[in-house]
């Protein structure tokens, strides 16, 4: 049976006054099982306060809007607290915890991509709150938690009962939270909207590209994420990934046409894509993008952290490095027809502008 992979809205799975948490469910969108990839969007409000907790699966956290503050605690050493902003990558090895803090007006919007292969189910983030009314301490007794934190019985009690939220909370105006020291963000994240530009193709588009060459920590998630941008009426080349990865995409903003070819030469996909879908491109799948009168921008993973494509088209084409005989024989085509194919795109690589 074929796998759909038509692009997919989140649903709402939990929220109230201090935001929300949307998922991708993998009975809506199989690729997200079939591949073992999670993906989910924290929205917080002025004041709203993502409770303490750790994943079953590492992830990249990408901030699709808004600022605010990340508290980020690698397994066996000290917390770090970071500012965030608008086009932050972060990345979130196996064991870490984290909360996340919205002090702003704007609302803060965060993206996790991540790989669920060992998480309890495929396809799905499992979180596990430390305090709330699903957190550990609501699972052990009274005499468990006095013994292991070493408090009197009331205390406990208060450990137990007191956070009635679940997941997210609004916290009072007055309360204050720990400040973001600069020197937290080093290694820890890296913001894809100020990066130096790993391509840019004037009146195409550009790509600046998370690895570990720029963000270490990504080694330890085991993905690598880009972050895209084709202007008005570009197109992306068809490429695929040729080392076994997938490809993760969410559009962040715009509009445009995909096109994915599989096997035997069959299109799988050919449809429109906007701002909030996301969609997965199988191993060794080719895609191509076209975009839309305002342009389009992607934020995507790669279950590699330093991946490599093979584009089908431009002047880095695999067609470029075949010799004519080849090609002719290939095509079953002419000379002349092989030499006007050959003779096209010599200068072009990834992104096309529109035809002038």
């Known amino acids: 049976m074929e796998i759909d992979l038509t692009p997919k809205l989140p649903q709402k799975v939990c929220g109230g006054d201090g935001g929300s948490y949307h998922a991708w469910c993998p009975n809506e969108l199989p690729m997200l099982r079939e591949g073992n990839i999670g993906a989910a969007k924290l929205a917080l409000e002025k004041n709203g306060f993502a409770l303490p907790r750790y994943s079953d699966s590492a992830k990249v956290a990408y901030v699709l809007q808004g600022s605010g503050v990340a508290g980020i605690v690698l397994p066996e050493k000290e917390g770090k607290v970071l500012a965030i902003k608008k086009g932050d990558a972060i990345a979130l090895p196996f064991g870490v915890v984290t909360w996340w803090y919205n002090k702003e007006d704007t609302e803060l919007v965060v993206l996790f991509l991540g790989d669920t292969s060992k998480g309890h189910k495929a396809g799905t983030f499992t979180d596990f709150f430390l305090t709330g009314s699903n957190g550990i301490f609501t699972g052990f007794s009274t005499e468990f938690v006095c013994r292991a934190w070493d408090v009197d019985e009331e205390t406990a009690k208060a450990l137990i009962t007191k956070q009635s939220g679940t997941g997210i909370v609004k916290l009072d105006g007055s309360i204050k939270m720990p400040e973001p020291k600069t020197e937290h963000r080093d290694g820890m994240a890296l913001n894809c909207e100020e990066a130096p530009l790993d391509v840019d193709i004037k009146g195409g588009g550009c790509v600046v590209v998370l690895n570990t060459r720029n963000l270490p920590l990504v080694g330890?998630?085991?993905?690598?994420?880009?972050?895209?941008?084709?202007?008005?009426?570009?197109?992306?080349?068809?490429?695929?990934?040729?080392?076994?990865?997938?490809?993760v995409t969410y559009i962040v903003k715009g509009s445009g046409r995909v096109q994915v070819v599989g096997v035997d030469g069959k299109r799988k996909l050919e449809t429109t894509v906007k701002a909030g879908n996301l969609f997965i491109v199988p191993r060794f799948f080719v895609v191509s993008k076209i975009a839309d009168d305002t342009g389009m921008e992607w934020f995507s993973i790669i279950t590699t952290p330093d991946p490599i494509f093979t584009h089908l088209a431009g002047r880095t084409s695999v067609w470029k490095a075949l010799s004519p005989e080849v090609l002719q024989a290939a095509f079953n085509v002419t000379p002349e027809i092989e030499n006007k194919f050959r003779s096209k795109r010599t200068s072009d690589a990834i992104f096309f502008a529109p035809p002038s």
């Open 220 to 247: 330890e998630v085991g993905l690598g994420a880009d972050l895209v941008r084709i202007y008005g009426k570009s197109m992306c080349s068809p490429g695929f990934s040729c080392d076994s990865a997938l490809q």
